[in-house]
């Protein structure tokens, strides 16, 4: 049988590739011919997936805890996936450090829609917590809530790695030390030491940082300072900046940044206020979360004032950062 023109060229430009890596294309088309054909399950390992939920109580809604935290770091990752392609200027770096991108610099279109990605996912996000305010049974969750400790969402490396790949490092300082240190030439190591989410997992008595806090500094705290150099140059405000004036003045572009400011920093965190609100507050008292972080003081955003790009926002938006979810959704509901 004569093979068609378009499969003469293709197998041509198979042999090219192999050769350049000094591998016989034969012996990979005899291992195609033995291949099975790909089957759904086995390209997304669902068999694997589906075992990895471990409940620690016989409670039955600790197991939709735990999916949806499973499901909450995939969004974590799909988002991390669209910032290096941000930060690598459309470019995918594999494993091995190899370039497999296409693109060669960034555009305001390009940048618009990885962004807007992000937003959807933590559109996706934020709606679908409505499964931990009202999915489980309140009584359910303050029993299993024991088995877990000192374990806390706080501890979501990826989380933290979404805000260091969005904003300059500076930003992420606590609000009451930024005025003391120069944003430009204090070193992230030094930075770091004064991160805004250590306030949010230390002891509601004695201030002392608790155990939740040290196994995730112990862990993650390197790993956290090489991405924060790494990403110094090439986070979104960074790459977002480094655009021609025109692409900096793209409204979409401008819009796109905002709602990931509101989606990360205010939308998000406020869901999980909302959440506690509606499982650890009591009316004689309110009940530590998990990992003893203070869910009173670190997640609201005017305490915080995290903002990923303050230069697109206005003074009366800085003053009032938050303010109008929680009048919305959490004091018009527990009034």
């Known amino acids: 049988m004569e093979l068609k023109n378009e499969i003469v060229e293709r197998v041509n430009k198979l042999e090219e590739k192999y050769s350049t ?21 086995d390209y997304i390992q669902l068999d694997t997936l589906l075992t990895l939920q471990n409940p620690k109580t016989d409670f039955p809604d600790e197991e939709i805890f735990i999916m949806y935290h499973q499901i909450t770091e995939l ?40 962004v807007n990605r992000i937003n959807r996912y933590f559109e996706s996000l934020t709606k679908s917590f409505e499964i931990m305010v009202d999915g489980m049974e309140k009584e359910q969750f303050l029993r299993y809530r024991m088995a877990l400790l000192p374990a806390s969402g706080f501890q979501s490396a990826q989380y933290r790695k979404i805000e260091i790949c969005a904003t300059d490092f500076f930003n992420l300082v606590d609000k009451d ?11 992230i190591e030094e930075m770091f030491q004064n991160i805004y989410w250590n306030k949010g997992a ?22 956290f300072i090489n991405l924060a150099n790494e990403f ?29 400011d509101v989606n990360v920093n205010v939308n998000w965190p406020l869901m999980h206020y909302k959440s506690a609100v509606r499982y650890l507050q009591q009316n ?52």
């Open 21 to 41: 890596m000094g591998q016989s294309l034969e012996g990979y088309l005899d291992g195609l011919l033995l291949s099975n054909y790909l089957t759904y399950w």
């Open 232 to 260: 110094k140059t090439k986070n979104i405000w960074a790459k977002y900046k480094s655009l021609s004036k025109a692409d900096q003045e793209n409204p979409k572009l401008i819009n796109a940044l905002k709602e990931f």
């Open 177 to 187: 030390v930024r005025p003391t240190i120069d944003a430009i030439t204090t070193p």
């Open 75 to 114: 969004y974590f990752k799909l988002s991390l996936h669209e910032m290096n392609q941000i930060g690598n200027n459309g470019k995918i770096i594999g494993d091995n450090g190899q370039d497999k991108g296409w693109k060669e610099a960034l555009d305001a279109d390009f940048f618009a829609t990885r």
């Open 284 to 335: 004689t008292e309110d009940i530590a979360a998990t990992g003893g972080t203070n869910w009173q003081k670190y997640l609201p955003p005017r305490f915080q004032k995290r903002i990923f790009y303050p230069e697109i926002w206005s003074q009366e938006e800085h003053d009032d950062w938050g303010k109008k979810w929680v009048e919305t959704n959490v004091f018009k509901n527990w009034k």
């Open 202 to 223: 230390t002891e509601l008595a004695t201030g002392k940082k608790t155990l939740t806090l040290m196994q995730f500094e112990k862990k993650y705290s390197k790993e």
